[in-house]
């Protein structure tokens, strides 16, 4: 059969700890004999080194004397550096930073930059020196490692192709005890995001929903985190009746049935709270019976970016190791096929929660695979300490109209009074990581309110979310309904906190969902608001 052959690698050997560099932290007053190569980022010009030393600022200044234009805030240079290791250095610096607009994110692209430059250059162990003057960006430093660990991650058809990690090992040049213990769980984070990658960015056969299952389980087998998988469609069918709709074309072939992959961590001290992450894993979306036709269809198989993020954030806390959070989370890995049994617009089906939903668009699947598994997650929250619910998904081309790049998030009432958007907003612009906040209206919830006695809820119009006002909003509503959640609001026996994020926008660098890196969002952020 054509499709995808998958080399003899094993994911192991392809990993994150398989293919990062050993990292170690050595003084900055020698460099390590085995490094060949000394990569420096600054936030300052040269002609104000603050501690830049004098054998690596000299060998800068004397590059500048011949090509200024190599001086320019964001542009990496290889330099020759005789006695330095490997008798070069790549340097940038980072910025410009002198803008109201300009943010961590600065520090982030340089290490990115250097690393890209170092692998170019045929670096493979680097040193790697940071001198950071410029307090305004508290988690600057981490920011660095950030881009640069980001910049190694390959698309995994190509790392099981040529299974060759670009750097060996790291040495990082810090005598600072304080910055090193900051720099550790970026390593943990850069896991998390290295298999949110890896889960968003494959074709279609390779990251099935049976391939994400397996990818699940050896991402997790040995971890802190339990794992279990509903593979029987009749099962799921039966459990979860919109994941059973949108799944239904596909049953025709065996390796495209759907998966909800159950993930579990639990603190090894006492719980102070717990959280419910749902993410879409739509492994490909043709549309379904709204066909998405004239190219619309490129791209598709990043629909699983939700997926991808919740099982990237699980990764992150089998590194981590939180004490007191505990951490649930549901991925539903589905293929929205087209075939003779495919569900179809004006079909009425009645949710987990028992709301009946008459179908407006089978374009707009995402909405129905979230809302069944955010009704099972609200079924155990009501009973867990202190719960927030949240769904991650790649949902509306409308979020990309409205915020261009950037994940957003939606709240209910409850949130709302938490303030647990603005809390995440903050942490993530620290982080860069930035989400935008938006707002659920009543309009939203009277845009998907039932049309006639047959239904309770409407599921979406006829037109792409980016041709709709509040194209965005109205799909939160139809998730606090159809899921139930909207009845433990604020004034409820049990509220519930709800928080969809919309990654729409951000699922891939560039916008570009066929070609464009995976971001891995909002891994980084959910990472530091939750357990750090």
């Known amino acids: 059969m054509a499709i995808y052959k998958r080399p003899k690698t094993t994911y192991d050997q392809i990993s994150a700890e398989s293919w990062f560099p050993s990292i170690q932290f050595n003084q900055p007053s020698s460099f390590p004999s085995d490094s060949d190569g000394l990569l420096v980022v600054t936030d300052q010009p040269l002609e104000n080194p603050n501690g830049l030393p004098g054998e690596i600022a000299e060998p800068i200044r004397s590059w500048l004397a011949i090509d200024q234009q190599s001086g320019k805030p964001g542009q990496a240079v290889l330099i020759p550096a005789p006695g330095l290791p490997g008798n070069r250095l790549v340097w940038i610096q980072a910025g410009p930073l002198n803008h109201f607009t300009d943010d961590v994110r600065r520090y982030a692209d340089a290490g990115n930059q250097v690393a890209n430059?170092?692998?170019?250059?045929?670096?493979?162990?680097?040193?790697?020196?940071?001198?950071?003057?410029?307090?305004?960006?508290?988690?600057?430093?981490?920011?660095?490692?950030?881009?640069?660990?980001?910049?190694?991650?390959?698309?995994?058809?190509?790392?099981?192709?040529?299974?060759?990690?670009p750097f060996r090992q790291l040495f990082i040049l810090s005598a600072d005890q304080a910055i090193q213990k900051r720099l550790q769980p970026v390593i943990g984070i850069e896991k998390g995001r290295f298999v949110a990658r890896d889960i968003t960015g494959p074709?279609?056969?390779?990251?099935?929903?049976?391939?994400?299952?397996?990818?699940?389980?050896?991402?997790?087998?040995?971890?802190?985190?339990?794992?279990?998988?509903?593979?029987?469609?009749t099962a799921i069918d039966r459990e979860y009746p919109l994941v059973g709709a949108v799944s239904r074309a596909s049953l025709a072939v065996e390796r495209h049935h759907p998966r909800i992959i159950r993930l579990e961590y639990t603190p090894p001290g006492t719980v102070h709270q717990t959280v419910y992450l749902i993410g879409?894993?739509?492994?490909?979306?043709?549309?379904?019976?709204d066909l998405k036709v004239d190219g619309h269809m490129a791209g598709m198989s990043r629909d699983k970016g939700g997926a991808g993020a919740v099982a990237g954030f699980f990764k992150v806390l089998a590194e981590q190791k939180p004490e007191n959070l505990k951490v649930?989370?549901?991925?539903?890995?589905?293929?929205?096929?087209i075939g003779p049994d495919s569900f179809v617009t004006d079909e009425i089906i009645t949710s987990r929660a028992g709301v009946r939903v008459r179908i407006g668009n089978t374009d707009a699947e995402g909405r129905l695979v979230l809302a069944d598994l955010l009704a099972r997650a609200a079924e155990e929250a009501v009973s867990a300490i202190n719960p927030v619910l949240m769904t991650i998904a790649t949902l509306t081309g409308h979020s990309y109209?409205?915020?261009?790049?950037?994940?957003?998030?939606?709240?209910?009432?409850?949130?709302?009074?938490?303030?647990f958007g603005i809390q995440l907003q903050d942490i993530s612009e620290q982080v860069g990581d930035p989400f935008e906040r938006s707002r659920l209206r009543r309009e939203d919830y009277e845009f998907v309110a039932a049309k006639s006695e047959a239904e309770d809820i409407v599921s979406c119009n006829s037109a792409p979310s980016s041709a709709t006002p509040r194209g965005h909003q109205f799909p939160a509503a139809f998730l606090d309904i159809t899921s139930g959640v909207d009845k433990h609001g604020p004034e409820s026996a049990v509220p519930l906190p709800f928080?969809?994020?919309?990654?729409?926008?951000?699922?891939?660098?560039?916008?570009?969902?066929?070609?464009?890196?995976?971001?891995?969002?909002?891994?980084l952020a959910l990472s530091r608001w939750l357990m750090m």
């Open 401 to 419: 109209r409205a915020y261009g790049s950037y994940p957003l998030l939606i709240e209910n009432g409850v949130s709302l009074k938490s303030r």
């Open 499 to 523: 928080i969809h994020v919309d990654i729409g926008g951000n699922g891939a660098e560039g916008g570009d969902w066929q070609f464009g890196k995976p971001t891995g969002s909002p891994v």
């Open 203 to 233: 074709e279609p056969e390779r990251m099935s929903p049976e391939e994400m299952a397996v990818l699940c389980q050896n991402v997790f087998k040995g971890t802190s985190v339990r794992l279990s998988i509903e593979s029987d469609p």
């Open 280 to 289: 879409k894993g739509l492994t490909y979306d043709t549309g379904g019976a």
């Open 328 to 337: 649930i989370g549901y991925l539903g890995a589905v293929r929205n096929s």
């Open 117 to 165: 430059r170092a692998k170019m250059a045929g670096i493979r162990q680097p040193s790697l020196l940071l001198v950071l003057t410029n307090h305004s960006f508290i988690y600057a430093a981490e920011s660095v490692l950030h881009g640069f660990l980001s910049a190694l991650w390959q698309p995994l058809e190509a790392r099981e192709f040529k299974p060759e990690r």
